[in-house]
């Protein structure tokens, strides 16, 4: 399900399929597109043909305008095309099946798409002529170049295997890559699966001597080994983040098997110092590895990380990019009222830090850019992080105090930029009733939603932060066909905001106002303030330099 916002029209774009369990295979799929917010659906299965079966719906993330079928490549090999929010499509054949598909991050028609006997094609009309780039490229291994950091705008960044044990970094012209305009950044061959461009920065590890060195590239410059501290012997290295003209990678040293090490870089991504042991990792669905680390969004320099100490989980949290970490402080009270007597280090607050790759469904922890210092996030309370008992936790000042909303895992959505929060119930019993609050989770008011109880599936809101209508999909039965209930919140805010619905708030680190030689201010709204915040009254921040400490400086 897609929301396109080009225009004043709202559009809404659904697929559907069904999954016929019997033979294993989706047998069916539907094509819908709404004009009113959600308010009534068109079914388009004659304008994309009625016996096609559609596998994937994609927006070009330049233009909302443009959007790109895939049919089954079990059934056929084609691509459908719209120019016109989805109301007409044109078809056209493939020579080949699309695995997957990389649109560009400024040119609105150019994409590459990975089949899947390992080829990478480039089209630059929007998928209706299609050429070769290259063969044998390793899966995920294929980037854009960057403007201002690239020689061209339409280079790409590829591995290529070579065999089982090697591979090439090779970069190549959009529309010419032969031989003679292949480029080779690094001269030798590399690790399989092992190239990584981020940013500024690119990664490689280099096979030399029955292990793996880790190598980057500062600024498309000269590869350099990454130095790590003495006596690290790491067998496996994920880079997290290069936000900010910095890296953050977690290493996994010989000894560790469900943890990793996280490090900081300087600028150039060569030089590592530790920032936190032990952090808690975890398989993810397709084999890659989760890291217990989250940054919080709005505000730059803050993370929760969750660590291992004597066995035990513990949440901790840092306000000036890893230099310090502390645990987290409980909530004084539980949600009736009665006072926690929760001192550290034997008790503290512990979070549940992984976060959704499901677009409809919200994970265990979110922030928003548009309202800093707000946190939600399912946890425990107690001497480590444990899966039973979860409640859910609101911190309004970036995680210096918490307060415990429900005894029960619930979906927490932003509206308004944060001006207002949604609760839904996580449940596998059917619900009729979502809770809404204006006062960051202080109060909440249940509202009815259906008449009969809906088993919930995912919730979509419009595109952005300033969400005020969203969309609630489920089944009355396990048997029954998709039900979509729309929720329109724009008469509950009765006026827009003014300058006099703002309250200025100072971010600390218990209590110490100077942080990395900056104290910083930001706004946010008053609990009683129940108006809609327009884009031009996106939340400010002030800021003043103040005297520098130690912990103001990095290793």
Known sequence: MYYLVPGLILVILMLTKYFDFSLGSVTESSLWRSTDYGTTYEKLDEK????????????????????????????????????????????????????????????????LAYSHDQKLYVSVEFGRRW????????????????????????????????SDRRSQYITCKLQNCTEANKGR?????????????????????????????????????????????????????????????????AVQDW???????????????????????????????????????????GIKGVFLSNKVVENEVKTFITYNKGRDWRLLHAPTTDLSGTRLYCVQPYCSLHLHLHVSDNPYTSGNIVSKESAPGIIVASGTIGPELTANNVSIFITSDAGNTWREVFEEEYSILFLNQGGALVAIRHTPL???????????????????????????????GEPGED???????????????????????????????????????????????????VKRIFQNLKPDARCVKTKDQYISQMSDSCPCTEADFEW
Request: proline share 6%; charged share 20%.
């Open 430 to 460: 059917p619900i009729r009733h979502i809770w809404l609050s204006f006062d960051e989770g202080r109060r909440w008011n249940k509202f009815s939603f259906t008449s009969s109880p809906l088993y919930v599936d995912g919730v979509l």
């Open 48 to 111: 994309v043909g009625p016996k096609t079966i559609l596998s994937y719906l994609y927006v070009s993330p330049n233009n909302k305008r443009k959007i790109m079928l895939l049919t089954d490549p079990e059934v056929e090999s084609s691509l459908l095309i719209s120019f016109d929010e989805g109301a007409s499509y044109q078809r056209y054949h493939l020579a080949f099946d699309i695995l997957s598909l990389l649109f560009h991050p400024e040119q609105e028609d150019w994409i």
């Open 467 to 517: 969400t005020l209508i969203m969309t609630i999909f489920g089944h009355f039965s396990h048997r029954s066909e998709w039900q979509l209930v729309k929720i329109d919140f724009r008469p509950v805010f009765n006026r827009r905001c003014t300058t006099d619905d703002y309250q200025t708030w100072q971010l600390h680190n218990d209590g110490k106002v100077c942080i990395m030689g």
């Open 185 to 249: 950044p690094f001269p030798g061959f590399i690790s399989p699966d092992s190239l990584v461009v981020q940013n500024q920065y690119v990664f490689i590890q280099v096979p030399m001597g029955g292990r793996h060195v880790h190598y980057v590239s500062y600024k498309r410059n000269a590869f350099f080994p990454m130095k790590l501290p003495k006596y690290t012997f790491p067998k496996d290295l994920q880079i997290i983040s290069t936000d900010d003209n910095q890296v953050v990678a």
């Open 131 to 162: 050429q070769l780039v290259h063969d044998s490229v390793v899966p995920n291994r294929f980037y854009w170049s960057k403007l201002g950091l690239d020689k061209e705008p339409g280079m790409i960044h590829l591995e290529t295997s070579v």
């Open 255 to 297: 000894h560790q098997n469900d943890s990793y090490n996280l490090y900081m870089s300087e600028a150039r991504g060569l030089f590592f110092t530790l920032a936190l042991e032990n952090v808690v990792s975890s398989g993810g669905p397709e084999g890659n590895v989760m890291i217990d680390l989250y940054e919080v969004a």
